[in-house]
């Protein structure tokens, strides 16, 4: 018995883009993301998108979890591929349902001719189609207003398909049908959530990280190498670029007081993060800040932050609380990943009083003595690139 998956525009989120760019966009998300396992044709009909396997070996159960993590889908069905005949369409519900039935007391059938040759009406299908099942089911009964179980059965122009109910997709719009972005992500609970938030918004990811050897181990690098892989299971492949933040991080341990420590830090990253992003094509930077969760998270310290780039920044969580970051975090899969203890570069340098209010000026007065722009030339010099997937 054959199966496939079917993806219909109507399960499909439109959302008043250019449609066809944005199936196109979704056709190759698809490709790219079931690649490796196995022979397969995807193709575009009658507003339908069919994923179907033609390797004997064809990994079915996995295609199905990686399209539930393609965002740009809201619904999408596994379906059966019969014969466009009655016999062939009654033997094979009832033999593709055995499973579906043990499991349900009621159900109802729906039927669909879009290939209006076929030479019975929707009603005769749906009436032989329950009857066959009825039979071969005695423990079930039809309820047409809230059945445990619709069966579609439908006539479309390569063949006839029956399908049980549908699956829950992971909503949102393709990747990279929004431009891109770069997150700046460090191994904590909330930048993975906001990198993910927004790659469901349709922005293919750049990340950033800044790592200070020795202050921070090679396994905290890891740690975010394998919070990238939970994201790019959604997102696709993610770039990373890793900076070294130590000689930045000295320098402003020896020439900066200490309660402007983490907030001159942030502005350090931001600035480097843009010139990144912009070498990259991002437009925009994405952070997994979420408003006074730290004292470099006060509305004025965000100001500070933000004041010395000339880009977007994305901050998706800005106004979650922190239960609700762990939350998704969870359901993304980062949260056991995420709170393993290696240590980051903020959390070396933590000042004992860190300013919750500052403003530009004692900003930029704080850091008079850094020579920033060859910091940031030396940093950006010494990154360091490569791809997650
Ligand atoms: P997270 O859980 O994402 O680490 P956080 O609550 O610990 O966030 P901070 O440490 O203040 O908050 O960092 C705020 C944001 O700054 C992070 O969400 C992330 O976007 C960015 N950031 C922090 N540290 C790094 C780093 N080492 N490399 C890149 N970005 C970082
Ligand atoms: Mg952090």
Same mark, same amino acid.
């Given at each position: 018995m054959k199966e496939i998956i079917l993806i219909k525009n109507g399960e499909? @989120? =439109?959302?008043?883009?250019n449609r066809s760019n944005f199936e196109n966009t979704l056709i190759k998300n698809i490709k790219c993301r079931l690649s490796g396992l196995g022979e397969t044709e995807i193709k575009k009909s009658q507003s339908t998108i069919y994923i179907e396997?033609?390797?004997? !070996?064809? #990994?079915f159960e996995e295609a199905l979890k990686r399209v539930g993590q393609i965002? /740009? &889908?809201a619904a999408f069905s596994r379906a059966c591929v019969c014969e466009k005949s009655m016999k062939d369409i009654l033997s094979r519900s009832v033999e593709y349902l055995s499973t579906v039935a043990e499991n349900i007391k009621t159900f109802k059938v729906e039927a669909k001719r879009a290939?209006?040759?076929? %030479? =019975?009406?929707s009603p005769e299908i749906c009436s032989q189609t329950g009857a066959a099942l009825l039979k071969s089911y005695p423990h079930l009964t039809v309820d047409v207003?809230?059945? #445990?179980c619709v069966v579609y059965v439908e006539i479309r122009d390569f063949a006839a398909y029956i399908r049980a109910g549908q699956l829950k997709g992971a909503g949102g719009?393709? +990747?990279g049908t929004a431009g891109k972005a770069s997150v700046l992500i460090s191994?904590? &609970?909330d930048s993975p959530v906001a990198a993910w938030t927004m790659a469901k918004r349709g922005l293919k990811l750049n990340a950033i990280h800044f790592a200070s050897p020795p202050y921070t181990s090679p396994r905290a690098e890891l740690k975010v190498r394998s919070l990238l892989k939970k994201v790019a299971a959604y997102s696709g492949t993610i770039s990373l670029a890793v900076v070294p933040f130590t000689e930045i991080q000295d320098e402003i341990g020896r020439k900066c007081p200490e309660d402007y420590f983490t907030l001159i830090m942030r502005r350090m990253m931001m600035r480097i993060s843009e010139r990144i992003a912009r070498a990259s094509g991002s437009l925009a930077l994405i952070t997994g800040e979420s408003l006074g969760? +730290? @004292?470099?998270?006060?509305l004025p310290a965000l100001v500070t932050t933000d004041s010395v780039v000339a880009m977007p920044v994305l901050r %998706? =969580? &800005? /106004?979650? !609380?922190k239960e609700e970051i762990i939350s998704l975090s969870r359901r993304i899969d980062t949260f056991e990943t995420s709170v393993l203890p290696y240590e980051d570069c903020c959390t070396v340098f933590t000042p004992r009083h860190p300013k919750t209010r500052p403003t530009l000026d004692s900003c930029a007065n704080a850091e008079k003595e850094l020579d920033i722009d060859t910091l940031i030339e030396n940093a950006v010099n010494k990154t360091e690139y490569s791809y997650i997937d």
């Open positions: 499909l @989120a =439109l959302k008043g883009l396997p033609e390797s004997e !070996d064809y #990994d965002f /740009g &889908i290939d209006k040759r076929f %030479p =019975l009406t207003h809230n059945p #445990d719009l393709p +990747v191994g904590g &609970i969760q +730290v @004292a470099s998270q006060t %998706p =969580l &800005i /106004g979650m !609380d």
